[in-house]
């Protein structure tokens, strides 16, 4: 059973103006895809990978082509990503901000780290909010495809929230300020599903 890709939970255009909808269409319809193809390409051609989850692939990756990792991170990646966003104007609420609060200070303060790391990634990657391995939030990133569910990274967890901060996912609009389009992506954060994977790390 091939990986396939999932559609947006939304229309191409509601994230607008924050994300734009040639960028949204590109982003889906021709980046997500090509990791999906490509990763069912490499579980095509090697047996132990078929009738695995992407979640049981990306854990067991030491040892198989770089390939796999790349293609396997980026179809798991954006569909986290996609599940991430809401046009909806959410605002963090219950426990998830108060355990914010607690370690960064104020929700504030907690986007500033977070925008800088994504700005301190260098190239190509991703920047997370994670429950880590010791149950406590932090924020971490990761070149390329990688994400803290893989079995070769160094600072693993539990996703709570992803931004991509490849250019193809805000050149468009953004051009080369990866800066500006790191503040803007706060308007379309999921605060909701990012509550219900942080109790979902927790319970
Ligand atoms: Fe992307």
Redesign the pocket.
Known sequence: MAFELPPLPYAYDALEPTIDQETMTL?HDK??KAYTDKLNEFVEGDSALQGKSIEEIMGALSGKPAGLRNNGG?YW??DF?WKSMSGEGKQPSGALKDAIEAKWGSVDDFKEQFNAAGVGQFGSGWVWLIVGQDGELAITSTPNQDNPLMDVVDVKGTPILGN?V?E??YYISYRNVRPDYLKAWWNVVDWDVAGQRYEAAKG
Do not use: K, M, S
């Open positions: 982003h980046h997500h980026g990646n954006h990503f991509d490849w193809h996912a």
